[in-house]
């Protein structure tokens, strides 16, 4: 097999970034998440143009999820970004998350998930730019240790602390052969 000078993997990786920012759009455009939809969305919070409050990166200094789904304001979704507020005990907190930063994404009322590499600016790989002109979007494996109910906070950490027990695992992408799913 020849070399991948084309980075189909990295252009992948965009358009599915492209589903996040896509759903996020529509809850604007709708005025809030239709039925019973709500996001877990998990990002790095030390990546570049990621704006978090100095205490929640201190206390999450890799990873955070956060959950849209009550109580969240002034959501915008930007080419590159999204924006929103939340509160964190009680006070309300601005964040700014680019689309790159984004490691997981989970809307638990329909199964539905995403799960990206470490972008390689946090790897110190090259980066490919490409700006998204549509999106498109494939189931991505599921057992991401999401759990499958919403939690009250708006806050679920994405560190050690799981519970191994709890947390199912995640062995990447499975090879399926087209016979299982063919009738005996």
């Known amino acids: 097999m020849s070399q991948d000078l084309m980075n189909y993997e990295q252009m992948r ?3 599915l ?16 998440l ?9 990002f790095l919070t030390r990546y570049p143009g990621v704006e978090i409050d100095d205490a929640l ?13 009550h109580q969240f304001w002034d959501l915008a979704a930007n080419s590159d ?30 199964g ?13 790989g090259p980066v490919l730019d490409l700006t998204p002109s549509t999106s498109l979007g494939a189931p ?23 519970d191994p027990e709890d947390t199912p695992t995640d062995d990447g992408p499975k090879v399926v052969s087209l016979d299982s799913f063919r009738k005996k």
């Not at 239709?34 to 998990?42: L, W």
């Not at 470490?118 to 110190?124: D, H, S, V």
């Not at 919403?150 to 994405?158: E, I, N, S």
Request: glycine letters at 8%.
């Open 13 to 15: 990786s965009l358009a």
């Open 17 to 32: 970034r492209g589903v996040v920012r896509d759903a996020i759009r529509r809850v604007i455009r709708e005025d809030g």
């Open 34 to 42: 239709p039925g019973a939809h709500h996001f877990y969305i998990t």
């Open 57 to 69: 990166a201190d206390k999450y200094k890799e990873e955070i999820t956060i959950v849209l789904e």
């Open 81 to 110: 970004d999204f924006e929103v507020t939340l509160k964190f005990g009680g006070i309300p907190k601005y964040l700014r998350v680019p689309y790159h930063a984004i490691t997981r994404f989970h809307d638990p009322s329909v």
């Open 112 to 124: 539905f998930s995403l799960a990206f590499e470490t972008p390689a600016e946090m790897e110190g």
């Open 140 to 162: 991505a494996p599921t057992g991401l240790g999401i759990p499958d109910k919403a939690a009250d906070t708006a806050l679920v950490p994405a560190t050690e602390e799981t």
